[in-house]
């Protein structure tokens, strides 16, 4: 069963920083484009941020371009992504979300993890 | 950046009546080279994630009931919802994967009445 499972969120203050993970089981990890995308409260879906297999090519919203940073370790089937100089409006839920291919490219995001919850607050 | 504009924000229906929600691109999402839609559906209930309904415009993922439909190409699709039952009461949106930065519509919320 394919399973991706986030933590690391929390309570912080505007201007820290806060690591969020993402363990992927059930699948094999290293094949797989791995995204980030998080959801204020009562809001719709903002992507954030993109990684490759292989980590070779990330990119990122332009509004957390600078301040976040994605990664993986295929070796430990995680992918992470520091988020750093937080602002209030950085709250909201957090999800790593599983990218699928076939022969003409993406066709969307087929597994989702819970999310995790990051407010930004003094 | 590719703007997604959904609509309606929200609706109301009764169990077993048929719904339309739309979504406009702000570019077209057909791939020329291959004549593929790069358009999915997300279903997001209460409390949880989003759920994967329909990619490439029309196709629907694996589980997914007979009753959701997508339809449309180039800058205008719809996600039609059949004979709609009290468990299909969530969030929809529209999400465009033919580039980055990925962009989604602002989200329906379907009650049932």
């Known amino acids: 069963e394919v399973q991706l499972v986030e933590s690391g969120g929390g309570l912080v203050q505007p201007g820290s920083s806060l690591k969020v993970s993402c363990v992927a089981s059930g699948f094999t990890f290293s094949r797989y484009v791995m995204e980030w995308f998080r959801q204020a409260p009562e809001n719709g879906i903002e992507w954030l941020a993109y990684i490759n297999t292989d980590s070779s090519s990330t990119h990122y919203a332009e509004t957390v371009k600078g301040r976040f940073t994605i990664s993986r370790d295929n070796a430990k089937n995680i992918v992470d992504m520091q988020l750093s100089s937080l602002r209030s409006e950085d709250t909201a839920m957090y999800f790593c979300?599983?990218?699928?291919?076939?022969?003409?490219?993406?066709?969307?995001?087929?597994?989702w993890g819970q999310g995790v919850m990051v407010t930004v607050s003094s | 950046d590719i703007v997604m504009t959904q609509s309606p924000s929200s609706l109301a229906v009764s169990a077993g009546e048929t719904v339309t929600i739309n979504c406009k691109s702000s570019q077209s999402l057909l791939s020329s080279r291959n004549q593929i839609n790069y358009l999915a559906w997300y279903q997001q209930k209460p409390g949880q994630s989003p759920k994967l309904l329909i990619y490439l415009a029309s196709t629907r993922e694996s589980g997914v009931p007979d009753r959701f439909i997508g339809s449309g190409s180039g800058t205008d699709f719809t996600l039609t919802i059949s004979s709609v039952q009290a468990e299909d009461l969530a969030d929809y949106y529209c999400?465009?994967?033919?580039?980055?930065?990925?962009?989604f519509g602002s989200g329906t919320k379907l009650e049932i009445k």
């Open positions: 999400q465009q994967h033919y580039n980055y930065p990925l962009t």
């Open positions: 979300a599983r990218e699928s291919f076939f022969k003409y490219g993406s066709y969307g995001f087929d597994y």
